[in-house]
């Protein structure tokens, strides 16, 4: 898994800041808390690449990719921007990603995420994430059970074995949350991914991911462990993760 880093990061609009972030470093899962405007959504754009940055530099174990492409950081984003295609199989769905996937970028050190693989190879990894889930390969994904959507969108999910997962607000692209939440947390341990889980309820990540960012208005209000995020004397940090204040 790559070490993800974020420095001096900032992300203006019409020459107002919209995000801004001196230092962020991360390996496993990290949680980005906030309310609705509160950044969230603009720095998961910065990760994918889908704004430039005014100032700063983004790294993937290293390797400066603040210009690099979208397509070359070998993310897998999950959000109601990227559904099922719902009148396709399960079989096209899990297939798609990797077909799709582009050749080598030497500058990003990212072969493993980007390379193009074999028919065989594709045909292997379907096969294998269809059966650790339990999924139908015929079926057409809008017949699927909400479970078995669940299941078909995590598997599309592990199977590029990305740099990065970003999971942005599963309240919007599921209707069972704690059943995302569990497969997801059972993948995670027995894959391992880097992840950002992007939401504002602090209670559907705190006991998946082991590390927390809380954005209020673009900045870091708290970052940190859990405990040390649940020990946050910011009046702002305690109500927008539910603690008593």
Known sequence: MPKIELKNIELKYFGKTALKIDALDFDSC????????????????????????ESGQIFFDGIDITQIKTSKRGIVLLSA?????????????????????????????????NRRISKDEIAERVEKRAGEFCLPLEVRAKDLTEEQ????????????????IIVDEPHGFTGNTEYFCRRFNEFIQKYGACVVFSTYDYNLVKDICDKFIVLNDGTVAAQGT???????????VKAGCGFKL
């Open 30 to 53: 990290l949680g980005v808390i906030g309310e609705s405007g509160s950044g969230k959504t603009n720095l998961i754009k910065v990760l994918t690449g889908l704004e430039y940055i």
């Open 81 to 113: 921007q990227t559904p099922l295609f719902g009148r396709k199989s399960v079989q096209y769905n899990l297939e798609f990603p990797l077909k799709q996937r582009k050749k080598i970028n030497r500058h990003c050190g990212q072969s493993a995420a």
């Open 149 to 164: 959507k669940i299941d078909a969108l995590l598997a599309r999910a592990f199977i590029r074995r990305s740099n990065l």
């Open 226 to 236: 859990r405990e040390e995020i649940e020990n946050s004397p910011d009046d702002y």
